[in-house]
């Protein structure tokens, strides 16, 4: 009877507070989860607010520069 009182009681107490978290932060919306479409919504408009298009310029590198001493050619 103390095995049950002293371990069992302690960890049915923490799963179901967790239950009860767990179904609190889904009724919520989760406000602080972030995915990976989120992540990708918020640079592609990072980059629209800098008016980068993503694209390395004709004849240059990514990030807008050209090679030094460089034709501008592809290889």
Avoid: F, K, N, Q
Avoid at 50 to 67: D, K, M
């Amino acid at each position: 009877m103390a095995l049950l009182l002293v371990i069992l009681v302690p960890i049915a107490a923490l799963v179901i507070y967790a239950v009860v978290y767990d179904l609190r932060r889904r009724r919520r919306g989760a406000p602080g989860s972030h995915d990976i479409s989120s992540a990708a919504r918020t640079a592609r408009a990072d980059a629209d607010a800098r008016g980068a298009s993503g694209l390395a310029p004709p004849g240059g590198i990514p990030g807008g520069g050209t090679v030094p001493g460089g034709t501008g050619v592809g290889l």
